[in-house]
């Protein structure tokens, strides 16, 4: 049953037999580079405003959440060990995506910082 796992974990990267293929760790990476662009440009948005309306917080919440299952599902491309995947994904643009996030988190925390909030007893 591990073979099928790996064999499965590998078709992930290459569809042998198939005329095209479609590396799904590469494609994931990109999908998760695009949802990083997409909350910066959201936190840019809203970081000159003084709050953030519920749309925005019920948009912000759900694309967090999509970023965290994106990051789960990579963790379990490259789980075996399945050298493959995890070549794959160390060649791909993931590090691009992981300094974006830190970025936004970065400038977050800064602005969070900025914020005071009274002190309740």
């Known amino acids: 049953i591990i073979?099928?796992?790996?064999d499965f974990q590998n078709y992930l990267r290459t569809q042998t037999g198939n005329t095209t293929t479609v590396n799904i760790i590469i494609s994931t990476v990109d999908y998760l580079l695009r949802?990083?662009?997409?909350?910066?440009d959201f936190y840019w948005?809203?970081?000159g405003k003084d709050v953030?309306?519920?749309q925005g917080q019920r948009n912000f919440s759900k694309a967090?959440?999509?970023a965290k299952q994106i990051f789960n599902s990579l963790t379990e491309y490259i789980q075996g060990p399945c050298i493959g995947n995890q070549?794959?994904?160390?060649?791909?643009?993931?590090?691009?995506?992981?300094?974006g996030f830190?970025?936004?988190?970065?400038?977050?925390?800064m602005k969070l910082s900025q914020v005071c909030f009274p002190l309740q007893y």
């Open 35 to 40: 949802l990083q662009e997409s909350i910066s």
């Open 52 to 54: 953030m309306d519920g």
């Open 102 to 109: 830190l970025h936004v988190f970065a400038n977050m925390q």
């Open 3 to 6: 073979q099928l796992i790996i």
């Open 87 to 99: 070549q794959s994904l160390a060649h791909s643009r993931l590090w691009d995506a992981v300094v």
């Open 64 to 66: 967090l959440a999509v």
């Open 45 to 47: 948005y809203y970081s």
